[in-house]
């Protein structure tokens, strides 16, 4: 005989109740972890090699742009032209003297030489001291005019030999350092210390000269020069010349 309870209607409700909360929640929740997946960020999908079709289509590309050159922007750019030749070939010119140029320039000089006499009987010299005095003047580059005397001494038996030449004459300059030069001019040679010397002059006289500014300053140079001079009279020839070692004043 089953006895139920006045309270078993309540507690079935209940029951049904509870059982209605439980399924209902998960329907709740569910909004919030797709909210929170939405924050996550998506995991990379892993990358795909190219087919060979896709590559060979790439290729191309760059072909074509490789062919077609420079864009409109980078053909504003300077490129680098080469050229055939390969440039400059030879040594560098020297450099020019520094300083202001050369206007007017004094020399002496002085060093060991020769005196001789060339006559009909033959050549009569021996050693002697040569001087010489100079005044230039630059009228263009590598150009020197000068005004010169040249005097040459030598002893012999109690008698002193001398001959003196004013000339008149230029200088041509090479490499800067190096000169030759030439002139023309009078003569007269002299014996003295004895009775009766002789004496003859004036004659016309020929002179040449090789010379070198070995060290060089600012407005001084050191020169070495070899000179040779030759006076002619009416029986006779006088010769003088040597090597000399000088100053020029610039």
């Given amino acids: 005989m089953n006895h139920s309870s006045p ?14 909360s439980l399924t209902a929640l998960p329907a709740v929740a569910q909004p919030a972890r797709e909210d ?26 760059v072909n074509a742009q490789a062919a077609a050159g420079p864009s409109e922007p980078n053909a504003l750019l300077p490129r680098l032209i080469e050229d055939g030749d390969g440039g400059p070939q ?7 003297p520094s ?13 060991p030489g020769f005196l001789a006499l060339d006559d009909a009987i033959g050549r009569d010299g ?16 590598e150009w020197n005019l000068f005004v010169a005397v040249e005097h040459t001494t030598t002893d012999r038996d109690g008698a002193t030999f001398a ?3 004013g000339l008149l004459g230029a200088q041509r300059f090479f490499m800067h350092r190096l000169y030759l030069g030439a002139g023309v001019g009078l003569a007269g040679v002299a014996q003295t210390g004895v009775e009766d010397g002789i004496s003859n002059g004036p004659g016309l006289t020929l002179s040449a000269h090789l010379g070198v500014e070995a060290i060089r300053w600012s407005h001084v140079a050191l020169t070495a020069e070899l000179s040779f001079t030759r006076a002619s009279y009416e029986r006779e020839a006088w010769e003088m010349g040597g090597l000399r070692i000088g100053l020029v004043v610039f």
């Fill in 7 to 20: 309270l078993a209607p309540f507690a079935w409700a209940r029951l049904a109740s509870m059982v209605v």
């Fill in 36 to 61: 929170e997946a939405e924050d996550e960020p998506a995991a990379p999908e892993p990358a795909q090699a190219p087919s060979p079709a896709a590559a060979d289509e790439v290729g191309a590309d």
């Fill in 90 to 96: 030879g040594a560098f010119p020297s450099r020019p």
């Fill in 99 to 111: 300083g202001r140029p050369r206007g007017t320039n004094v020399t002496a000089s002085v060093g």
């Fill in 126 to 141: 021996q050693g002697a001291t040569g001087l010489m005095a100079r005044i230039g003047m630059v009228p263009v580059p």
């Fill in 163 to 165: 001959q003196t030449a």
